[in-house]
């Protein structure tokens, strides 16, 4: 409320002040000039009242009529106010005075007693509503201005609040505690030379310096320091006027408009001197009906307008900017101002430009070798000083983390980049004006990506987008990148080295470092191809942002792993997830609890989905090489660590069959793992895995997951580097598969792998039989059994087994002789009638003699005949086994052997 009232009282003093002033003057004057004629002709109008508007009036009749109408007034002013508040109605300021002043006169004769007045409701009069109606508009005049004054208020302050958060203004300095570059002094030094500059004749004094360093705010400092008493100011901007023709009559218009308070014929004198120079016609009608032609002295004039200069006891300082934004013409004229027509005495310009501009507007037709043309224009030059690149480093890095609003690493990612790269900053951000927009470029860009992309390789790539924004497009497309793999798959990118004579190549080497300069971490790098597109398009797209997977850092452990849970259903956000957790360094956290809680998080992650990546993650955080130090960097307790790493793992609301302990098993009984390389043991993963198993074995006995368990239940190692079941897990799968004979026997015979095509592929059994039933004998009575009771599968176990032992209890192989699953859907009867086939070749090249030595040439004749047409029916059997081989050899060794003795 209070804040409400103090903003109604300033708006009180804001209509007093100065800018408010011609307005309530001629408001104030409408207004006294009203009170005026109706005070001093009262009489005279109250008689004209009495006579004229009385009569009309007497003939009113009050009625319930009357008393409706009255009262839907009310309720029509009453609506046409409210939606007029809503929609922020300015009413006029002349319209609220009559209104006033008409409810003051009539209140005035209401309460005077000499008119009666007809009631319209007990004491009030109509006459009263009427009054109450008119003030209810000049109270919503009053309201609105109020309501308008305090929402501009409002407005202006958060405009100018989140211009500051989130523009940096590029207007001219006006103060000296906004001057970074410490040019004071200097401005100081100019204005002191100005006080000091003859009075007797022209000056035009130049100051130069490049685009955006400063020329407008060095004069703004020079006015400051210059006196009000010494000098009057006209400022003259030429790309004002409507076109080049007319700024030399502007800027003697605002010359005489300047002098007139020192001379009121200045006005005449300065036409007739703007005609005697062509530049208006200033004949009156009567001459140019005439068709006379006033003739001027223009030196005569001339001498009028010096004596006026002569005579101000200020000098006249004119400052014209932005003289290099002109055209050619522009300047020329300005130039001829500046050189000859308003060459007066106790006259000064002062004008900022950029030569290198000016050259570039005036062309090749006024420029020399040895000077700029317009030098010859000005007395004096004085060239902007230049300052310390660091002064606008500095100043680089100070807007760049309060605009952006940074943390501590991405203000300390700013200070590494500029300082880093001093000298590459320099070259492409030279100026003020420069900073200025390539932090509001930054500003509006990196909102959107931050901690999504690195914040270095980010300013480095704006940096060529400020400066060659073409170059920026065409690295986008990947013109000056490449992939170095054969195949592909290689998400680095590189630089492509015919590009070595580029302007941008020093940056794009930063960016797209050499092979043996990429440390192995490339998340969200520019040259990642994964994260490349964030640095253009602004924005993460079809991947997870970090700011997201960051906050599993934060809160409680239990919230973390419910985010974890929703987002590793999907297969990209898991892998996202991966990347994000693998691009941590283990030694770059702040304090042990974050490095607990990432040991955790990746605990977590593995038991979840224990694929390769999330599983050698792992390991890198259970590894004590890794782990060297810890505990005094992190003050990391080892045991407590390894307990809280296996509660994480051992949890079976984790995974039921333990994959990720399953895993570790076998790395180490493979050699994969070490024991004494790691802060968990198998010592403390076998007996729960174990125990997982049978307790699992147990419920559910013989399935595709206990069959998958039993894989991970790895005992010893023999001889031939075979690692071996545990011998109580095999036993106890055993006794389950004879309670359980059928699931097992179903599942017996399978495709040997996963085969693009399915004509070439193989055929094998369970891994494990020989370990679960010990030899092969019991395997086969066990199948036999099966068949004989009519199990599914057993009739295709049965084949495949006498196959299998055929081929010395190998896999089958098939190599574009038909669909292989089809034959266990067949349960291999084809391929058991070419076995039985090979039985009987077998049988028949068993009763060839080995001896045909005695036998007559003819007999021996038939033996090879017989043999070779063996030899041909063999190799028409498309069962490829051992078996095959066996005869094969065994015929060509007798077929062989009839030949050579024959």
Known sequence: MMSKLRLIFRYIRMCLRKHFSIHIAWNGIGFLTAIYVLTTYEDMLRCWYDDHVIPILEEFVPSPLSFIIMLLMMGVVAIDIRKKAKNRFQYSGAFAAALAIIAVVIMSYRFSGLYDYEEWLYCVSYVDLIVVMLLAYVCAYVYANVQLFMHSERKDKNAAKSSEQHILRDWPIEKAYEDILKIHDEAEKVARELEDLERRKTWSLAITARWGAGKTSFMNLIIKKISEKEFDILYFNPRDCKSYQSIQEDFFNELASLLSKYNSRCSSVMKDYMASLQLIDNRGIVEKLLNFYKIWNKASLRGNIKETFSRLHKKVLVLIDDFDRLSKEEIMEVLKLIDSNAAFNNLIFLTAYDKEQVNKALGSQYQTEEACFVDKFFDIEY???????????????????????????EKQAIHNSVNQNYHTYRSYLPTIRDIKRFVNMMVLDYEHVRGEVILEEYLLLHLIKYKYPDRFNEIHKSKYTETRSLFGNNKTLYLKKEFDNLDVYPVLKLLFPEEESSNGNTYRHIYDASSFEYYFANQVFGSMKVRDMIKIFNGDFEAACSMIDSWIVDDKKREDLIDFMGSKDMDGFADGSLFLRYAKIIAYLASKRPNNRAFWLFVSVMNLENLNGYDRKYKLEMDKYEKQLLDIIKDSSNGPDFQLLQQLHMRYKTQDLKEDENVIKDKDIWPVLKKAFLDRLEKDSVCNETMRMLSSCRGSMNEQGKVLLDDDCASAMRMEIEKNQGYYIANFVRLGRSSSNADFNSIKCEPFWDQIFSNAKSMESFIVSCKGKGLKGGNVAYNFWQIFKANDFKEIEFMGQGNVQK??????????????ELKNIQVKVEDVPDDLSSM????????????????????????NISFKGKIKNEIHRKYTDCTIRH
Request: glycine share 0%; charged share 35%; net charge negative.
């Open 383 to 409: 060239s902007l000083p230049t300052r310390p690149y660091y002064m606008l480093a500095h100043f680089l890095m100070d807007k760049l983390t309060k605009m952006l609003h940074a943390d501590e690493a």
């Open 823 to 836: 034959k266990i859907d067949n349960e291999m009867k084809e391929e058991i009638k070419m076995l039985d």
């Open 856 to 879: 007559a040439d003819n007999e021996k004749e038939n033996w090879c005949k017989l043999l070779k047409e063996l030899l041909d029916v063999l190799d028409n059997l498309s069962l």
